[in-house]
């Protein structure tokens, strides 16, 4: 089992939907997690931690379930500019980062 | 202020050479990683650094690779002898404690192709 698992999509939403991802990761020790974005042909951006009581920015929430060892992330009112790959990464220990293989978002006009 | 950089940015070698790709983390960050990234892929872990020490080798696919950090900062990951599965993006990562956790912060990556 791979530790860090995504479904791959792609997700292909209009313009002003709501879309979600998940990611389960097999660690129960994990310690902390954050959502990537990676637009084609670039490096990946840090899109946003997720903390245990869930955070939201913008149009974007996270969510972390421990128990089910899952996080999610919502966006909502979604925009053309929101099309990239959604990468989801877990905190293993200390500073050991391991990454999902993404979530690849399109938005349609 | 100025981000993690990493040299050369393309590299074209042929099958048996070697390379060096180098990282330069931002100023102060304790940690540096390496990942490599082929063509519509997702990221595989290569090694990390906790200051000049890699606790965690276990993502370097062969002993043709290695990868060293000295004075805590620049990390140069080497591939001997290199082979045409080798060509991907190689993208180099450091990171601080914020607010109780790490967070990641990229390099444009080096694109290595093997003719």
Redesign the interface.
């Known amino acids: 089992r791979k530790e860090v698992e995504q479904d791959p999509g792609p997700f292909n939403v209009p313009e002003g939907a709501t879309v979600a991802f998940n990611c389960t990761y097999s660690n129960s020790a994990s310690q902390s997690f954050f959502w990537y974005r990676q637009d084609c042909r670039k490096e990946p951006k840090l899109l946003m931690s997720v903390y245990s009581s869930g955070n939201e920015d913008g149009r974007f929430t996270a969510q972390l379930n421990r128990a089910s060892q899952y996080i999610s992330l919502l966006i909502r009112d979604s925009k053309l500019s929101d099309s990239a790959t959604y990468l989801c990464v877990v905190n293993k220990n200390n500073n050991d980062m391991r990454f999902g293989a993404g979530t690849r978002l399109t938005v349609k006009p | 202020g100025a981000g993690v950089s990493q040299s050369p940015s393309n590299k074209v070698t042929e099958k048996g050479k070697d390379v060096e790709l180098r990282c330069d983390p931002i100023s102060g960050h304790?940690?540096l990683?390496w990942?490599r990234q082929s063509l519509g892929?997702?990221?595989e872990?290569l090694i990390?650094f906790?200051g000049n020490s890699a606790?965690?080798k276990s993502g370097l696919p062969s002993d043709r690779f290695s990868a060293e950090r000295t004075g805590g900062s620049v990390s140069t990951l080497t591939i001997q002898r290199t082979q045409q599965e080798d060509s991907a993006v190689y993208?180099c990562a450091s990171?601080r404690w914020r607010?109780?956790?790490?967070?990641?912060?990229?390099?444009?990556?080096t694109r290595l192709t093997v003719t």
Do not use: K, M, R
């Not at chain 2, 956790?101 to 990556?109: H, R, V």
């Open positions: 304790t940690a990683y990942y892929q997702g990221l872990f990390y906790q606790p965690d993208l990171s607010q109780a956790t790490y967070e990641q912060y990229f390099g444009p990556g």
